[in-house]
């Protein structure tokens, strides 16, 4: 079972209260108001639920969600990947110019998932190797990484990509609205979600973030676990990048600048803790898809791109400090003469 | 320990040569699949009375920059006089991808019309061509977008008399002989591409063998940027003679930081400004000339063309000619292209009679 | 893994001077590392380019650098705490604005307008402070959060609107360009708040107690330090100088639009860690923090200089960062150790 609440000692009032205070969960309360969002927005704005715009949002956000998956496992696991959107720049980068040199896609889509894990690999061995935390080493290699993109392909922008594979990036499963990559999003949405909440290796990775010496000692290792967990960020990332480029007909270097904050935005939106070992893969699917139907509906609805950041921000802020003061609620009721908490 | 992830590369290697060897789709054989033109098979009746009540959503580069600020608003205030209801929306960062979600956002709410200055020629055209197949009229202004993807181009002045006149301008200034530089704004601007190509025509006649061209830096549009970027061609060429700035933002930049250093009065600041940002800098002696035409007539008359599109007088096709208000009639040139006018040259004798 | 940080100088705990002496020298090593750097590099590029050090030049890499210097002695008081402050870039932008604003077309009091920015930034830091220190959530996450919504109320007010230099009284732009005795204003004001910051957390307790909280939370709790006042100071007083640093921003310039500083953030972050300040706290100076951000925008001119490629500037900024926090990271296991027997010899 995934740690999701706090441990109680007492024994439990009464049933149906705590089951109700089980459902008080950011990750609950996020699906909750994508649901709310959706409706509202199906009902009050005539051109949101039809399906070309549907499939155009979620088109929009399939490379913040793919790339959502892996750096909830990392978050969970208390590290974070913050060069994730460098990756995709520099794989955008590597594909315009590898493609303006003449080699065919089959070969540079292959490579640049090498390089992504590549560059994974290297923020990996920061990490465990030399014990530096991700915060800094991702910074740096975030900066590294957006400057090789430069290196790469300077300020040209190269187009012209075959229609084929472009089609697959924009177009959507016949009869659905779902576009190709977001159905890629799914498949491995279920398979991360199997994984970290039905596994040994998800129970391991939860282990990880909420205690690490413990996990260490009681046999995980710890160091594979975070060192693949930044390989697989860095190789969805690159793919993420392939993507990006296909769907918008257009590599650049500075593509995907910035990605990286709305990445863990809707991972933090999604109710994962920040300094590990909880959260659902549930709620940031949840997430994620609330922070981009928001979006869509907002502009549908002409409102400022600048009210959409003050949203986002607001939402967010509101996500971690809601469980925050639930937790200091339930505290106060349990110990009247409101001991200090053991941990932050 | 790194066995298996290394035997995953390799797995993955073999099989990228694999489907090399397998013969790929490559940049030259894709160009073969490419699909075709678009032909609208529309016709244009140039009786067809102005339709009320048209929706117009201008999508400027970023909606910060005050220039574009200046031309939107007086293509919305344009759009009143025939009951056109405009407005703008855009991005506050100066990025191809951000433009899409709003194309697609204006698709969704089925305007009539479209104007949008394009970040990325390329990145653009997807949603642009679905929008033209939508019915919506495109028109792109500023900056062009590949000219499949949109009816008509509201060029504020011939792209190639801008770039040509630049360096006149500034040969002039310096007197025809020295090193220049010029200061753009982001690399894939059309725009910018555009005059900096003819500016390198110019310069290839014999009347400028003096004159070499030592750098293009780039800017972004972002004061602080092209602040530094002055600063540093500068002092990579300190026999400098001139920078060509044909950006607003550029130019403000680099007159700044030239009036107050000890280049002033030995390097000449030209290029494309506006009036009120350059005038205490041609007041002070630092700035000679400069080039722009008025913002708000280019907004004015893309009002005026996506209305006349939207309403079927013109259908974008070279020799269509529209009426635009108070400027008059208008035709349609090469590749759908109007141009608003010639550039106007402004210096210390004329700019206290323009105000924007 | 426990953050093996080396005991801090402000638990006096350990009595053995020594144990304090190797610490201070060590920290001290780690400046004159980046100073030595910073020489190095600057004797290279005039070698080949002699204007580099010419009057202007060099007081043009002075003036660049002094708003990231100024933002980074903020950010380091926030950092030494194990925190983060992801929001002075949009501060900065926001105060630049609204001293435009408020400066346009009359000639206001220079030092009123200073104070006015730095009440705005104080206050953005106070918000930031609140959330972190008495509802303790994750900083990256609270100042994300404050990130988004200041910089769109900036966005909001500004919509299009560009404050001109033409318009900004001359008092303030001579603020921003001008000099005394020949030293530019703008440096000038960074050293001395450099200066006052560096003096009040190395020499007073309470700012020690800084050191002590990002060093060992925990430890730093059960020995009774008011975490949550030297957190809330922390946040306030990096969001004063970025609004400081929004004013200058306004002076130095002239012109600005709603995205002044927009991103800087993370430059910020990373001029703190070249500096040689951990970013899971209780170690480093706000002077090595300063160097960080003069050493990282003299690499940009020094590029320009050499007619490398710019592209190259953000790689290079980058491997110097990995290379900062490795290098830290080792000095720190090597004095850790050393501490350690020292301790055993000492019998602590």
């Given at each position: 079972m995934a740690p999701e609440a706090p441990v109680k000692?007492?024994?439990?009032?009464?049933?149906a209260p705590r089951r109700l205070a089980r459902l008080v969960r950011w990750d609950v309360i996020v699906t909750a108001l994508l649901i709310v969002v959706f409706t509202g927005g199906a009902l009050g704005t005539?051109?949101?639920?039809t399906t070309d715009n549907l499939s155009f949002a979620l088109d929009d956000l399939c490379e913040i969600a793919l790339i959502a998956l892996p750096m909830t496992l990392l978050v969970v696991a208390a590290e974070v990947d913050l060069s994730v959107a460098s990756v995709l720049g520099m794989s955008s980068a590597l594909l315009g110019a590898l493609w303006d040199a003449g080699w065919a896609i089959e070969t540079i889509v292959p490579l640049l998932i090498v390089v992504g894990a590549v560059a994974g690999l290297v923020n990996g061995l920061l990490v465990t190797?030399?014990?530096?935390p991700s915060l800094a080493v991702t910074i740096g290699t975030l900066t590294l990484y957006r400057g090789l993109a430069y290196v790469v392909l300077g300020t040209k922008a190269v187009a012209q990509f075959p229609q084929n594979y472009a089609d697959l990036a924009t177009?959507?499963?016949?009869?659905?609205?779902?576009?190709y990559p977001f159905a890629l999003f799914i498949v491995l949405a279920v398979i991360t979600a199997v994984v970290l909440h039905a596994t040994g290796a998800g129970r391991a990775i939860f282990a990880t973030g909420a205690q690490e010496e413990a996990a260490f000692f009681a046999g995980i290792r710890v160091k594979r676990i975070k060192l693949l967990l930044f390989v697989v960020s860095g190789v969805v990332s690159a793919f993420a990048g392939v993507i990006y480029t296909l769907r918008y007909g257009s590599a650049r270097?500075?593509?995907?600048?910035?990605?990286e904050l709305s990445v863990i935005a809707a991972v933090l939106l999604?109710?994962?803790?920040?300094?590990?070992g909880r959260g659902t893969l549930g709620g940031v699917v949840a997430g994620v898809l609330l922070i981009g139907l928001l979006r869509n509906l907002l502009m549908l609805r002409d409102v400022a791109t600048e009210i959409q950041s003050i949203v986002t921000g607001l939402l967010l802020i509101v996500s971690v400090l809601t469980p925050r003061i639930v937790a200091a609620v339930r505290e106060t009721r349990r110990h009247p003469r409101g001991t200090v908490s053991a941990s932050s | 320990m790194l066995r298996r992830p290394m035997a995953a590369v390799a797995l993955v290697a073999a099989l990228a040569l694999g489907a090399a060897a397998c013969g790929g789709t490559t940049k030259d054989s894709a160009k073969d699949s490419g699909g075709g033109a678009a032909t609208s098979g529309k016709k244009a009746d140039p009786n067809a009375p102005l339709k009320k009540n048209l929706k117009l959503a201008f999508l400027p580069k970023?909606?910060?920059?005050p220039y574009e600020t200046l031309v939107d608003n007086a293509g919305i205030s344009g759009a009143r006089e025939f009951s056109g209801q405009a407005k703008e929306v855009g991005p506050s960062d100066a990025s191809a991808s951000s433009q899409i979600s709003y194309l697609n956002t204006l698709i969704q709410q089925q305007q009539d019309a479209i104007l949008i200055a394009a970040n990325d020629p390329n990145a653009v055209c997807g949603p642009l061509k679905q929008a033209m197949s939508r019915k919506i009229a495109v028109v792109t202004y500023d900056s062009d977008a590949?000219?499949?993807?949109?009816?008509?181009f509201i060029n504020q002045a011939s792209s190639e008399q801008i770039g040509r006149s630049e360096i006149q301008v500034m040969s002039e200034l310096v007197g025809g002989k020295g090193k220049i530089a010029i200061l753009s704004?982001?690399?894939?601007a059309t725009n910018q591409n555009t005059w900096i190509k003819f500016m390198k025509d110019e310069l290839k006649k014999p009347a400028y063998a003096?004159?070499?061209?030592?750098k293009v830096a780039y800017g972004d549009d972002d004061d602080q940027k092209s602040f530094q970027q002055t600063q540093g061609l500068l002092r990579a060429?300190?026999?400098?003679?001139g920078i060509i700035a044909p950006t607003t933002v550029g130019i403000a930049a680099a007159a700044r930081y030239i009036s107050g250093s000890q280049y002033k009065g030995k390097v000449e600041v030209s290029g494309l400004g506006t009036p009120n940002q350059m005038r205490k800098f041609v007041k002070d002696g630092t700035v000679h000339k400069f080039e722009l035409w008025d913002p708000q007539d280019l907004g004015y008359l893309a009002a005026y063309a996506a209305a006349s599109l939207a309403s079927g007088?013109?259908?974008?096709?070279?020799g269509e000619k529209f009426k635009a208000g108070k400027l008059g009639e208008r035709a349609i040139g090469v590749d759908g292209e109007v141009i608003l006018g010639p550039p106007t040259v402004f210096d210390k004798d004329n700019i206290d009679n323009y105000h924007f | 893994m426990a953050a093996t940080a080396t005991t801090t100088s402000a638990a006096d705990a350990v009595p053995a001077h020594g144990g304090r002496r190797l610490v201070d020298t060590v920290l001290r090593a780690r400046e004159l590392s980046i100073l030595g750097a910073l020489v190095v590099l600057v004797v290279v590029t005039a070698a080949v380019n002699?204007?580099?050090?010419?009057e202007q030049g060099i007081k043009d890499i002075f003036l660049n650098a002094s708003i990231l210097a100024l933002l980074a002695v903020g950010q380091t008081m926030v950092v030494i705490t194990r925190n983060i402050d992801l929001s002075v870039g949009s501060v900065v932008g926001l105060v630049a604005f609204a001293s435009g604003k408020f400066v346009l077309g009359h000639d206001r009091n220079v030092l009123l307008v200073l104070v006015l920015g730095m009440a705005i930034g104080a206050a953005c830091g106070l918000v930031n402070g609140v959330l972190v220190s008495?509802?303790?959530?994750?900083a990256l996450v609270v100042t994300l959060g404050t990130l988004y919504v200041i910089q769109g109320a900036d966005y909001y007010w500004a919509h299009g609107q560009q404050i001109n230099a033409a318009d900004v009284p001359g008092s303030l732009l001579e603020l921003g360009n001008g000099s005394v005795l020949g030293i530019p204003y703008l440096p000038l004001i960074t050293v001395v708040v450099m200066l006052a910051v560096g003096y009040y957390l190395r020499s007073y307790p309470s700012g020690r107690e800084f050191y002590a909280i990002g060093s060992n939370p925990d430890a730093a709790r059960l020995a009774g330090l008011a975490i949550r006042r030297r957190v809330l100071t922390a946040y306030a007083g990096s969001g004063l100088l970025a609004g400081l640093a929004g004013v200058l921003w306004l002076a130095r310039f002239g012109t600005v639009v709603?995205?002044?500083?927009?991103?800087w953030e993370l430059r910020v972050v990373a001029a703190v860690v070249v500096g040689g300040v951990a970013i899971v706290g209780g170690l480093g100076t706000v002077y090595g923090a300063a160097l960080g951000a003069l050493l990282l925008t003299t690499i940009g001119s020094v590029l320009v200089v050499l007619k490398?490629?710019?592209?190259?500037q953000d790689a290079i900024s980058g491997l110097l960062l990995l290379l900062a926090i490795s290098v830290d990271r080792l000095l720190g296991l090597r004095v850790t150790r050393a501490l350690r027997r020292r301790n055993v010899r000492h019998g602590a």
């Open positions: 000692t007492d024994p439990p009032p009464v049933a005539p051109d949101f639920a190797r030399l014990g530096l177009k959507t499963v016949p009869g659905t609205p779902i576009p270097a500075d593509n995907g600048l910035g990605m999604g109710g994962v803790d920040f300094d590990g | 970023q909606v910060n920059n590949a000219k499949e993807c949109r009816d008509v704004a982001t690399a894939n003096g004159l070499k061209l030592v060429y300190p026999d400098l003679k007088q013109i259908t974008g096709a070279q | 002699s204007s580099f050090l010419s008495f509802f303790r959530v994750p709603a995205d002044a500083a927009h991103g490398v490629d710019s592209f190259w």
